[in-house]
């Protein structure tokens, strides 16, 4: 619906800024790389977001070389540090079989996109 009615309602549930006794307002955190607030639920809680990674894995921040796009496909990366080779090549074989092989005309899927993105700046070609 495009009443600001409804959204006031519905975008009411989600704290954008943080509120205590005693203190400051002060803005919720967001994520750079995936835009999502950092620490929406309680204290530990599994909702929130990593402190150094995102959901998919990749790491927030690097200092040698800017983060990939987000999102990437699961499984390649995980906790920021570990590569998986094996999930890696499937995806670049899904990817390939996707374009050149069996061609359908509809859009890659967002984090086949991102992943292709990333391959594209991190390859040198000879």
Known sequence: SGLEMFWRRHCHIIE?????????????H???????IMYSSPENSGYNHRRSF???GT????KNEPPPP???PPGIVSEGKCCHPRAFLKTVKQIYEQVFL?????????EQEAFAMM?????MTL
Not at 30 to 36: A, D, E, F, I, L
Not at 59 to 62: A, D, E, R
Request: proline share 7%; net charge positive.
């Open 102 to 110: 069996r061609p359908s005309g509809e859009s890659p899927a967002l």
């Open 59 to 62: 790491k927030q921040v690097s």
């Open 30 to 36: 967001m994520c750079s790389r995936c835009q999502t």
């Open 119 to 123: 391959l594209l700046d991190r390859s």
């Open 70 to 72: 987000w999102p990437q």
């Open 16 to 28: 954008l800024v943080k509120a205590k006794l005693g203190k400051k307002l002060r803005k919720a």
């Open 54 to 56: 995102c959901a998919d």
